[in-house]
């Protein structure tokens, strides 16, 4: 059977979000792993199945983590250990003739807001993925950028307090620290001396409870400082706010553009547009699927 259309695949902690294009018909759907993630032989099996599915001639695939550019290996992953170390391209291209490209998924979620989503015919686009952890993304004139190495816009691990709550990363005073999930449970358990999921907390927060909005409020301000770096450093045009805590609570991307307003330079500020990204779980996804389609 011949090879048709193209695959973007987003590996993530918990599904492998999939989006088919052919004929300039998309499909979306994911696969659930949760229950095989910790076996890298099962995952790599998964994936096996959703290709012989779909048959594509080409697959573009997001990894969270640091993926290596160089070495064509997912270098370090906070939801998908097993796959740590694993040329996964290799290992595909082995059975299957196909193109394969792999990036971070943070990346190909700007690149994918930048081609499919709200992010078009911007000239410096960076979305934020604010969810489990918080990761980030750029685009240049159309062309994702990945840093030498491949490791670029990690800026939920760039310092805010060097005295600061410990990340996931071992690190300390991570942006990520506070403008996370764990950071939200962390502020409510600090306010409360209640243990909530950052999940029953936006619930808390939509429904008027104010010790909730209190935090949701306090996490703007984190998250403010994180986009106030941004651009001072990289004088984006636009700024999309994506993942799961934004999708549960769009009214952060106001409160953080009011105290952005006075934390940042004039000039920066007067010219970038911060809104929510628009493809909400699938921008991985699609950002795979730009990046087969461009090569």
């Known amino acids: 059977m011949n090879k048709e259309g193209i695959l973007g695949l987003d590996i993530g902690g918990t599904y492998i979000k999939i989006v088919f294009k052919k004929d300039n018909q998309i499909i979306k759907d994911k696969e659930y792993i949760a229950d095989i993630k910790s076996s890298a ?12 599915k779909y048959n594509p001639k080409k697959v573009g695939i997001a990894v969270a983590g640091l993926y290596d550019e160089k070495e064509e290996r997912l270098i370090q992953s906070p939801n998908i250990k097993s796959l740590e170390g694993l040329n996964i ?88 620290s506070y403008v996370s999930s764990y950071g939200i449970e962390r502020l409510y358990f600090i306010k409360t001396d209640i243990y909530k999921t950052s999940f029953e907390i936006i619930t808390l927060a939509n429904e008027g409870k104010k010790e909730a909005i209190e935090v949701m409020e306090e996490v703007s301000k984190y998250l403010a400082y994180g986009l106030m770096n941004i651009l001072h450093t990289i004088n984006p045009d636009r700024i999309l706010l994506a993942g799961g805590i934004v999708e549960n609570y769009p009214l952060i991307e106001e409160m953080a553009y009011s105290n952005l307003k006075s934390l940042s330079f004039s000039l920066p500020f007067r010219d970038v547009d911060i809104k929510l990204a628009k493809l909400g779980e699938f921008s991985g996804s699609f950002g795979a699927l730009a990046l087969a389609e461009s090569v």
């Open 89 to 176: 391209k290799q290992i595909i291209q082995e059975k299957n003739d196909l193109d394969i490209v792999i990036q971070n998924d943070a990346t190909l979620a700007a690149y994918g807001e930048y081609k499919y989503g709200a992010g078009k015919d911007s000239k410096i686009l960076v979305c934020l993925t604010l969810g489990t952890g918080l990761g980030g993304g750029l685009v240049v004139n159309g062309k994702p950028f990945i840093g030498v190495s491949g490791s670029a816009m990690e800026i939920g691990h760039t310092t805010i307090d060097t005295n600061g709550w410990i990340c996931h990363c071992g690190r300390k005073g991570c942006l990520e």
């Open 41 to 52: 032989d099962k995952l790599i099996d998964k994936i096996f199945k959703i290709l012989e």
